[in-house]
Structures are given as C-alpha cells and as structure tokens.
Nanobody, 121 residues
Framework: QVQLVESGGGLVQAGESLDLTCGVS????????AGWYRQPPRKERELVAT???????NYADSVKGRFTISRDNAENTVYLQMKSLKPEDTAVYYC???????????????WGQGTQVTVSS
C-alpha cells in the first residue's frame, strides 16, 4: 500500500522560503511521476508542480520561477522548494504519485495528510 508523508510546512513571512518534503513508501517510486497540489482556505485543490520519471518538471503559472520540484529516487522522496513566498501561497500542500497522459497529470495514489504552509504579510 502506497503511503505518502508530507513535511516541512510552517509559518513564514512574505518573501521567505520553505522546503517541503514528501516521503514515499510502498511503491515503485522511480517509474512514477509525482506532483504537488495545494488547497488554500475555502478554495479548490490545485496542481502546483509536477515531475515525471525522467525529471522533467512543469509548474503552475502562479508559482513559476519561485517554486522548484525535484526528486531523489534513491531516497523515494519528492521535494518542493518554495522561495519568495506570498500570502496567496497559504494552503495545505499535498504530494501525490501519478501518471501523465499526454501533457495532463493524473494522480493515482492516496492523498497524504498534507502539510500546512502559512505566509503572513
């Protein structure tokens, strides 16, 4: 059974940085794509960044140039480095494993518990 555990969230001020980590167990990690989603308060969950099995990345326009997704296949871990954080980045952040069909990413794993990121102005 696949398990994903997100960590690294916290409370920061606007302009600061945070690094999120997602540990994955119970899956053939290297053959899967991975993605980070976020759910701001009272809003729908949105896809933030993806990385395929070869390391190709893609980002939502709202975070492009500020966030970096990466993966360590030896450690079964996905990372999200977040810089120049803004109050609108406040959300619960979740990671998933998934697959690409064409250019569209589809999560195919259970959701973890998420990690809260709060950015104060």
């Amino acid at each position: 059974q696949v398990q994903l555990v997100e960590s690294g969230g916290g409370l920061v001020q606007a302009g600061e940085s945070l690094d999120l980590t997602c540990g994955v167990s119970g899956s053939i990690f290297t053959s899967n794509a991975a993605g980070w989603y976020r759910q701001p308060p009272r809003k729908e969950r949105e896809l933030v960044a993806t990385i395929n099995s070869l390391g190709r990345t893609n980002y939502a326009d709202s975070v492009k140039g500020r966030f970096t997704i990466s993966r360590d296949n030896a450690e079964n871990t996905v990372y999200l480095q977040m810089k120049s954080l803004k109050p609108e980045d406040t959300a619960v952040y979740y990671c998933t494993l998934g697959t690409f069909i064409g250019t569209a990413y589809y999560p195919n794993s259970r959701w973890g518990q998420g990690t809260q990121v709060t950015v104060s102005s």
